[in-house]
């Protein structure tokens, strides 16, 4: 097949770097412009810019996907099918349309289950067993294209944001490449999302990163998980933000944020119904670091209030 990839972030790179190793061939890569980024607002391109560079394939990064320009160097490229992950734009339906396949996606859940831009993040957030991802055909609605292919990923206690996805992105190339391996010898086995069972994965807002220690064990742990580790669920001392990057469940039980032990294992915290453990931290302006070691920096104290 002859495809245009769309893709931005490290997620993308799976299914980028698997298509290119193999016989289809990658006409474009379209990517996010360049964009400022830290303290130095330094420009910074996308990891997917960065593989198209060092592979010698062809790269656009368009400001705007309407412009003329961009638009006449798209159609002369006469692709059979888009392939699109992570990109982070929404596509106009030109581009959708343009191609005789069509266009596809890998989306980071078992649709309809999770629409939007958080699905990983939402998914141990909200405490589920398992997620998946599904290759869909885009249409204008948002993640609602026709199913070609889903499949299961198991969410497990240890995982977080960053091995969930790593997994996820892992799968995306592999059902990408057998979509693409399929599409031309025979009728994909499409099925449409069942709308009543459509939820939504929405963007993470910036009062969910705080930790409330009133809340439960399972809650907390969950938080802190989905969090890691960026954006990173953060709790307040000496009235600066500390990001809580890992902790552990614990049979201790306290008062809600009351600090109950302090060990080189961690420092113990209460909960709504027990404790967790505070294993890994990072405080503004800092490395991270463990738990233990920022207490004592810190002199923190059993029997205070987080």
């Known amino acids: 097949m002859k495809l245009v990839f769309f893709g931005s972030p490290e997620f993308a790179l799976d299914s980028l770097r698997i298509i290119h190793e ?16 830290g303290r130095g607002r330094i420009l910074q391109t996308t990891p997917v810019s960065l593989f198209a560079q060092q592979t010698n394939l062809k790269l656009m990064k368009p400001q705007d996907l309407n412009e003329d320009s961009f638009t006449s160097q798209y159609k002369a490229l006469k692709p059979e099918i888009n392939v699109v992950i992570a990109y982070g734009r929404i596509l106009p339906e030109w581009i959708i349309e343009f191609p005789e396949y069509k266009t596809i996606n890998a989306h980071a859940s078992l649709l309809p289950k999770y629409r939007g831009a958080a699905p990983i993040t939402r998914a141990i957030l909200t405490g589920e067993k398992a997620t998946g991802v599904s290759i869909v055909f885009i249409t204008k609605k948002l993640d609602a294209g026709d199913i070609i292919f889903q499949e299961n990923v198991e969410i497990k206690t240890d995982d977080n944001a ?29 099925k449409k999302q069942d709308e009543s069972q459509v939820s939504y994965a929405a963007k993470i807002s910036k009062a969910e990163l705080r930790i409330d220690f009133s809340q439960s064990s399972k809650e907390l742990l969950d938080k802190i998980r989905a969090f890691y580790p960026k954006p990173g669920a953060y709790t307040v001392y000496e009235g600066k933000r500390l990001k809580i990057l890992e902790a552990a469940p614990t049979e201790t039980k306290g008062e809600c944020g009351q600090v109950i032990n302090i060990d080189k294992g961690g420092v113990t915290i209460g909960t709504k119904d027990g404790a967790i453990k505070i294993k890994k931290v990072k405080a503004e302006g800092k490395n991270e670091m463990s738990a233990y070691d920022y207490s004592q920096g810190h002199r923190v104290k059993e029997g205070e209030i987080f």
């Open 22 to 37: 193999s016989e289809h061939e990658i006409l474009a890569v379209i990517s996010q412009p360049d964009k400022p980024k």
């Open 162 to 190: 960053r091995s969930l996805s790593k997994k996820l992105s892992a799968l995306s190339a592999d059902l990408f490449l057998k979509t693409l391996d399929l599409i031309k010898v025979e009728k994909l086995p499409t």
